[in-house]
């Protein structure tokens, strides 16, 4: 990795360090699992839903699924954006967001041994600084695992269907410099952004890099990658605290 | 109004007994006005907007206009409901809902010292246990009188345009006697259901009474009105608490 | 009751006078039940469709269920409204209206009796000067009736499962003072609407009020409840009358 | 024209012969122009709605336009059909019935003459038995001629716009026969199904036939053509009746 | 007929005299049949797809079914026209021409010797230049028949249920004169226009005239009609030559 | 970069080997650029789009915008696809491939030197066997390009917005090893698939890596994107030619 300078970046925290990460579990009365993620002021509610029944498509194969939903709460920003069940659809972003988060807590968990359930995580914004996502997947992996632990304990499970814990976490290029977790004013201002979704063993499960001005050069990705590795391990110790607890 | 006796109700509680309420205030980091109303596992998120354009049958008449949204979490409750946004549209309840909080209100706020602005009262369910809609309005009016409060501090208003404070409670008829603030499992097995939007003086700001089963009488209507005065009493001192803290 | 005095209403009607009413039967070839209601110059046309299924969270229950649709027609009102088919959607107005007229006749219908039938009503305004949801229950119970009366005379039903009319009228405060049956003129000018629905024995199946602009009182709205009482009694003889034609 | 025998159409009428039609006017409170349209038991309500603004590409062109609407009320069939707008879109059956309405009514009337007005013909069926298409040109025009009458008289027209009347009559092949002004029961069974729409003068205007079974040839077409021309002069004859009444 | 002058058509071409016509067949790796139709600078990708189930309302009734839709690509046009799939609907004219279509085919196509299959058209107009409907039509049958085939030659069809070709094409009235197959620029400025879907044998399947300006004569009707046996006539032509090639 | 083995792809190509390329230009009468690229069975239609206009929270900025759209015919498949339009939305999978086109020819061109026009790129897959995504930017690119030269023949631009050729290409790992430029058969058995979005000198735009089983490591996604160059080389080259004739 190239020298990380002690740059003044916008949040004033050091290029490697990332935010004050709280993961609050049995939030909600009703789930089966449940995890509010607080990446600083970035919060999500994440719910876990086990439902007795998999798509059609799915049907009889003996095989589980693990699915996700995204939304954000009109004022989860500092201009408030319309309702998407106003406006009576999903925007392109928010596809794109619970697709992504989806896939995450997919490629950890095995179907086989999850059975014919399904696992429906809800990914709500309460309000966003920049990392929605991220605080998405490592807080959705929080409530994915709190359910299974729930079918454990209730006898409808007999093994443990996940492999190893998944995190997520933003990375960007702001004045050339590489600097971990984005808040939304450096989000904002940064040459380019990417997300990693990595596995507690440090495999690459997901991996997006945007150029948002000039396109960055393969050295420039791997200081982004290597800061990933770092957040992501704290991530990844945070959760098992939560779990833990 | 009749006796009351002091039946066992589910929850427990006195037939006149309120939920522990709280309004927990500026909880968001955004929005001008906010308040986290909890009516015992109730939890509604209302936030309040403000924006200096007011719908386009009103421009230049020189007076305000106070609107509300409302939503639910898709897990906020017992079962999982589907999502509002994915579904891509509001169902009737919503409609009906927002509607009620947006009329509720408006009926304490004077449009023309208001003036041109139009405030935006966001309602989001976070987790529900019965009466979704009073919380809303209940909290929805902390967060617009904290949105107004923000105003004047700016300058942006001369005058207070609120009236009055106004809240919301439901009461109903529990195997014939009259309870106040049912929650979710009283609500399903009571033979009827209103709900009152009453101001701190007492005046009626809306009324919505209804028969599951049998029809009601007047006496038994009138019982249901003491109730909500009761109760609506109770909450208006909670909001002056919440606004002087 | 408070004393009603002869006000000049805009209307020009005696405080506690309902419009004409008539109750036209038959007026469709097809429907099982039909009634076009007329009051004053608010006209619905109420069909009742039996279906011999009922909604799936039902099927094998043994219990009928009783629905109803509402529509207006863009030019039933002084200024044309866009039609809801063309602008892809229901209004959060027409949803509200359609889930209280099935309410109001599912309130007085016993639905083991009905067993697993739906029978479905559908209201649509063809020409509306206020008053135009009470007109639908009103018309809505005669053509749910005849409707029944069909089955039974086809011996497709045994018993009969409507325990007793039901009506519904609206009431409101003009000038400070209560009038029954407000017409689209003295609606747009009232400080205060309600909408009740009674039983021919005076039980009250639903309440509707909102202050449209000062709160109203207890005394205020026990007024608006007497009249209510005196109209639809006379709605209830009114359809007495075209069930026994 | 071929021979036409006295065959036994299911309706019993001569295979020339129209059913009962009556056009009845000024049955709306509130639109510039109504007419009901019954061809024996299919009714369909129109009405004409004149705005002061034409569509966002036509102005300030000088030069007005006519469009329709159509619709059908859910139980206006034997069998209850989906509300169009609790469905959310309107069928292609629907589009192409108000698309051939507005074009209709667009031949016979002179654009530049009506000026930078709107004139829209909402066609409501509120009974069907075939031919709903036919008498809601019919009646729109009678509809349309009564604004234009209405425009002229409060001064708002120097001119007569509408060139001649126009009118509209199904004609089909019954058992190889050509018959005139099909009701449901016929054109369910017919080999062939054309929809004429000719001026007063005996202009073509809009031609659609369509082979239900067998293609058909020219000279069936042709007696087709020869029974509507016959069916239309009755219509305009009932059109100038209704005008004049 | 009377007789055709040789006018100067804005095409250049002869009155009588139909575009370049090719139909490329074989043109999709995966459909069942396929037929790139080119009229001109008019080009229509037809496929068609064999699917082994016919729509709910058939199950169990031993015939086929062939149904058809339609779209058009955003700049198959001279001004560049959104995207229906963007908008989130279809607009009338696409439907129209879809129920076009499907019913020109299904006019050829014995259901019962299909047996319980439905067979798809999906026209895409790749690039447009007028006559996109008929040129769908013509090229649909090509598709239709290379799909038959197929089916035939796999042993999932003992015989042929097409019973001859279909072929279509629009005449106009341009100058008062009557001209064969107009393409965009001749449309635009025809006083009437028509589409016409004759059989190989010469009987009419559908016929569909507009009088874009002043009405027109049954004489001009019967040139159009003439010069439309004509046009299909070469049509038919082609198609068989393709699929002979 | 670890040592490619020549296995047995699917597909018989060498691992480092991109189908062939055809980049056809000019392929619509009407667009002010477009291209035909086929990767393989892979064809999607490119065509750009010059409007005068840019969307509205962009205007008086003097910078201009460019955007796409993408969709895919419904038999473009093996197994037909609904039509999007027909269902009235589009999926999740559209809309995060058409912002991702957007993205990356935006990645290349200045938009002050653009200046108020949008140029819309629409990329409709006539076929598809992988890669639509990568040959849709690729092709889009030719298009941008020749709407831009357009631009600049017509005097509209005097200087080139174009900063660089941009091109993509997907990887990935089959049976471990890393193979350039999937198509749909390898596509489906791959245990990690990406897409790279890189320019003419070799700068990444944009990278989207997805383990679809197993995560991957670091050295394998090195591997990737070293193909990932070799192969965009090769198509920026095409691009070149294309460009040229």
Redesign the interface.
């Given at each position: 990795m190239t020298d990380i300078q002690p740059i003044a970046r916008p949040s004033g925290r050091a290029a490697d360090q990332v935010r004050e990460v709280r993961l609050e579990t049995h939030v909600?009365?009703?789930?089966e699992g449940?995890c509010l993620a607080k990446f600083g002021?970035t919060h999500v509610?994440c719910?876990a839903?086990v439902?007795d029944r998999v798509p059609g498509w799915m049907k009889g194969g003996g095989r589980g699924w693990v699915t996700a939903?995204y939304?954000m709460?009109?004022?989860?920003?500092?201009q408030?954006t319309d309702?998407?069940?106003?406006r009576?659809?999903?925007?392109?972003?928010?596809?794109?967001i619970?697709?992504l988060i989806g896939?995450a807590l997919r490629?950890v968990t095995d179907m086989a041994t999850l059975g014919e359930l399904q696992i429906?995580i809800?990914c709500?914004v309460?309000?966003a600084?920049g990392g929605t996502r991220t605080a998405a997947i490592t807080g959705g992996y929080v409530a994915l695992a709190l359910a299974i632990r729930h079918l454990r304990e209730i006898g409808a499970l007999k093994a443990d269907p996940l492999k190893e814990p998944v995190a997520a976490i933003s990375c960007g290029l702001w004045r050339g410099l590489p600097v971990l977790d984005l808040d939304y004013a450096e989000d904002s201002s940064a040459q380019a952004d990417?997300n990693f979704v990595?596995?507690a063993?440090?495999?690459?499960?997901?991996?997006?890099?945007?150029?948002e001005q000039?396109?960055?050069?393969?050295v420039q990705?791997?200081d982004l990658?290597a800061l990933a590795h770092k957040g992501t391990q704290e991530l990844v110790a945070a959760q098992r605290a939560a779990l833990a607890g």
């Open positions: 909600s009365k009703y789930a449940s002021d509610l719910t839903s439902e939903e939304g709460l009109p004022r989860a920003t500092d408030r309702r998407e069940a106003a009576g659809k999903q925007t392109g972003r928010t596809q794109e619970q697709r896939r490629a429906r809800d709500d309460l309000q600084d990417a990595l596995t063993s440090g495999g690459i499960v997901e991996v997006q890099g945007t150029a000039d396109p960055f050069s393969q990705f791997l990658l």
